[in-house]
Every structure is written in structure tokens, then in C-alpha cells.
């Protein structure tokens, strides 16, 4: 069974950094994109960025130039590195693995990110 978890959520005051990490078990990571989503209180799930296979990489308007997101195919690890914090930044940040095969798509549990003022 493919599972994806996420970790390295927090509390953080603004202008500070994160570095949130999913970790996916039960599958070769290699062959998914993934993008990373997150969804402020009463808000939508948004789209934050995502990591094609070969390690291109897109990101929101909103995010880019501050976050920076990356792969370890070998730690079957995507990582979301997250600095200059904004306090709109706060959500709950959510990791999405897409099979480049089959498309099929899993989530993770989600991780809080809190940016303070």
C-alpha cells in the first residue's frame, strides 16, 4: 500500500524559515510527480509547486522566489523548503504523489504551518 507522509510543520514567526518533508513508503517514488497543496481555514486547497521526475520545477506566483521544492528519489523523500515566511503562508500544507504511469493520485495527511507576525 502507497502511503505518503508529511513532516517538518510548525510554528515560525514571520520573515523566518521551514522545511517540510514527504516521505513515501510501499512504492519507487522515482516514477510520481508531486506537488505540494495547502489549504488556509474557509479557504480552497491551493497549488504550491511541483517537482516533474526529472526534477523540473514549477511554483505559484505567491510562493516563488521564497519556497523551493526538491527530490531524493533514493530517500523516496520531496522536500519543501520555505523561507522569507509570510503570515498568509499559514495552512495546512498537503503532499500530493501522482503515478506518471497508471495517474494515480495519493495524499498525504497534511502538516500545520503557522507563521506568526
Known amino acids: 500500500q502507497v502511503q505518503l507522509v508529511e513532516s517538518g510543520g510548525g510554528t515560525v514567526q514571520a520573515g523566518g524559515s521551514l522545511g517540510l518533508s514527504c516521505a513515501a513508503s510501499?512504492?519507487?517514488?522515482?516514477?510520481?510527480?508531486v506537488r505540494w497543496y495547502r489549504q488556509a481555514p474557509g479557504k480552497q486547497r491551493d497549488w504550491v509547486a511541483t517537482i516533474a521526475i526529472g526534477g523540473n520545477t514549477n511554483y505559484a506566483d505567491s510562493v516563488k522566489g521564497r519556497f523551493t521544492i526538491s527530490r531524493d528519489n533514493a530517500k523516496n523523500t520531496v522536500y519543501l523548503q520555505m523561507n522569507s515566511l509570510k503570515p498568509e503562508d499559514t495552512a495546512v500544507y498537503y503532499c500530493?504523489?501522482?503515478?506518471?504511469?497508471?495517474?494515480?493520485?495519493?495524499w498525504g495527511q497534511g502538516t500545520q504551518v503557522t507563521v506568526s507576525s
Open positions: 510501499g512504492t519507487i517514488f522515482g516514477i510520481f510527480v
Open positions: 500530493n504523489a501522482q503515478n506518471s504511469i497508471t495517474t494515480m493520485s495519493i
